[in-house]
């Protein structure tokens, strides 16, 4: 794929439609709707009967944040740190919710979930998805194996890709071009490339997406020199995404929706923390289709939600060649019923199968040895009052061909106050989480490894006050794990942790509206871990933001980021035995302040922006002996048609 094809397109369309574009009225009047969830019923509730503190980044709330990617939006959310989103483009990623770890969350696109299989933690890399193609992500914290099944042991990040345009042909274009270095030596020079298009529209029943993205970037090294003066070689991470949508309505009733997309990523990496490598390369090729039939009728709605996903990575390390195939299978299929406007019962099942393989020198996993597949009932039951009771409660029967049975529940009760504008609410979890296949199988792994048990407890409220313009939230949660699945340092095995380790907390978001132009949020985390380990998460954590619609066309942004001293274990191989020793390193805190301005150069068809990051370019630690981007900036455009 020539990257340059994707640059000269966007710059097509964009000239094209600055030639021909016709600005609409903007006097259209829009109808204010309730915000609604998905994340813990499956199917669109009011924010106001649920349950559960669900943070929902809207489009409105990704244009705010235009520039950023994936892991950089994700980390700004309360409970929410994903390490490695503040070192350069390619860095691999630790997702923490809550303290917990990769392989305990669970990421959804588009109703489906999407894994690697052959993966060390089997969770999805984010680095694969571009944010230009997302509508909006929910985040759901707490044990949800109740409705989403094994690997939702700390939350749950829904992601829902764009919808099709109402008109029958519309399209957008982007460019963004940045700069990519390090505190205390910025640099001017274009080192970061992120351009694509798409196209989309609706005819009387039928409805298409497709997009194309391209990112390229090079800058800095992954590894950090410990020494000023040796430079390290510049490390290069590139990316391509494609993305097909279709959807056929033949009534009223029936909704038929398929897709297929295309990701391949190249990246650059080093020998390891402060030790740069020449020829270090990783290369993954993900193929994913799926098939989502919805059928309403006069109680209720039926929804298959199924995917295929095929990945490919070769990996070149320590001179050595690794070849990498996984194939992940789900079909989930649920139906929910309306006994009357109050109570719904959502009834399903679940069947999941993974497969991996692995090719190398040293070892060979084959595809026979290295599988295993769950199928999974469920049934949720979520109940409304006109008084404003709300209880969603259920339960799950995992059925898993390695582990046997295993049941899972949930009981999440809440009270809307009728004459008072609060929310006090309560919920008991638990969820089932399997070894991944790589823990299990690879060289590393153990095939005694016992399944992980988790059961979180949250409490909390929600307040609005100054005519809804004031919000607040505070959530408190204790999370216990029997069996948890950790890594031993010394002998390199994956292990389970003797007796339960504990997890609590607190999580707190403020949202105030000065008026239509002013806008300003916050929230602060607070995360206590019985066993610190080797996760990167931060014991205090505060983000700050505040956007201004200066005029009609422009906007800005401004935000502030605290993240606390960070507690890390690792070995070290000292001579002459070399034999393994434990050290541990204390990662002091660091502040970020990034903004960015917005500007609509042309009425409903042209934006551009620019955006600067780490603006007092603090030399931080994000994970020990890795780079951290210093001030950088990014300019661009996105053009509509």
């Excluded at 409970?79 to 305990?104: A, M, W």
């Excluded at 399209?171 to 694509?196: L, P």
């Excluded at 719904?344 to 393989?357: D, K, L, P, R």
Aim: proline share 2%; charged share 20%; with cysteine.
């Amino acid at each position: 794929m020539n990257n340059k094809i994707v640059r000269i397109s966007a710059l097509f369309v964009l000239i094209t439609n600055c030639i021909f574009a016709q600005q609409k009225d903007s006097n259209v009047s829009k109808i204010e709707l309730d915000e609604v969830v998905i994340s813990d019923s499956k199917f669109a509730l009011s924010k106001e009967k649920s349950g559960k503190v669900i943070t929902k980044i809207t489009s409105e709330d990704l244009k705010k944040k235009v520039g950023q990617s994936v892991a950089a939006i994700l980390s700004t959310v309360a409970g929410v740190e994903i390490n490695g989103n503040q070192s350069r483009n390619g860095k691999d990623l630790g997702l923490y919710i809550r303290g917990g770890r990769n392989h305990q969350v669970l990421i959804l696109i588009d109703g489906v979930p999407v894994t690697d299989a052959s993966g060390i933690t089997q969770s999805y890399d984010l680095r694969l998805l571009p944010v230009e193609q997302i509508e909006s992500i929910e985040i759901m914290k707490g044990a949800s194996s109740t409705l989403y099944g094994s690997g939702a042991g700390t939350g749950v990040i829904n992601i829902t890709l764009k919808k099709s345009a109402k008109k029958a042909i519309a399209g957008s274009a982007y460019m963004h071009v940045g700069t990519q270095s390090v505190a205390k030596q910025s640099s001017t020079d274009a080192s970061d490339f992120n351009q694509g298009f798409a196209v989309n529209g609706t005819t009387e029943k039928v409805n298409y997406f497709a997009s194309l993205n391209s990112t390229e970037t090079t800058g800095i090294s992954e590894s950090k020199s410990d020494s000023k003066a040796i430079d390290f070689e510049k490390d290069a991470f590139s990316r391509v995404n494609s993305l097909m949508k279709i959807g056929f309505t033949p009534n009223k009733k029936l909704k038929l929706d398929f897709f297929a997309n295309y990701d391949r990523m190249r990246n650059d990496f080093d020998a390891g923390p402060f030790v740069d490598d020449l020829k270090n390369y990783s290369l993954s090729e993900q193929y994913r289709v799926g098939f989502s039939p919805k059928y309403k009728y006069n109680k209720g709605e039926f929804v298959l939600n199924s995917g295929a996903n095929l990945m490919n990575r070769t990996m070149f390390n320590f001179n050595t060649l690794y070849f990498y195939k996984s194939r992940s299978i789900s079909a989930d299929a649920f139906n929910k019923y309306e006994f009357g406007k109050q109570f719904f019962i959502v009834t399903g099942a679940q069947f999941q199968f993974h497969e991996m393989s692995n090719e190398s020198p040293y070892d060979v996993i084959t595809k026979e040895v290295a599988q295993f597949n769950m199928i999974d009932p469920y049934v949720t039951a979520v109940y409304n009052s006109d008084f404003g009771l709300n209880i969603n409660t259920g339960a799950r029967f995992n059925i898993h061909s390695k582990y046997g049975n295993n049941l899972v529940y949930n009981f999440n009760p809440s009270f809307a106050f009728q004459d008072l504008p609060l929310k006090v609410l309560a919920s008991y979890s638990t969820a089932f989480v399997a070894p991944s296949l790589y823990q299990l199988y690879s060289p590393y792994g153990d095939l005694n490894l016992s399944s992980e048990k988790d059961g979180t407890a949250e409490a909390g409220f929600e307040v609005s006050l100054i005519n809804k313009k004031l919000n607040l939230n505070v959530v408190a949660f204790w999370r216990e794990e029997q069996d948890a699945i950790g890594f031993d340092l010394i002998s390199s095995k994956y292990y389970n942790l003797i007796g339960k380790n504990k997890a609590r907390g607190i999580e707190t978001m403020l949202a105030y509206a000065l008026n239509d132009k002013v806008k300003f949020n916050a929230n602060y985390t607070f995360t206590e871990l019985e066993r610190q380990s080797s996760i990167l998460n931060p014991k205090h954590k505060v983000n700050a933001a505040v956007d201004v619609q200066a005029t009609a066309r422009l906007a800005f942004n401004a935000s502030y980021q605290f993240v606390s001293d960070r507690y890390f274990e690792y070995t070290i191989y000292p001579a002459p035995t070399y034999s393994p020793v434990l050290q541990s390193e204390i990662l002091k805190d660091y502040q970020l302040v990034n903004a960015n301005v917005r500007y609509e150069l042309i009425k409903n068809t042209l934006n551009i922006f620019a955006s600067a990051d780490n603006i007092l370019d603090k030399d931080f630690v994000e994970s020990r002996g890795y780079s951290t981007r210093g001030r950088n900036f990014k300019f661009g455009f996105n053009v509509n048609f």
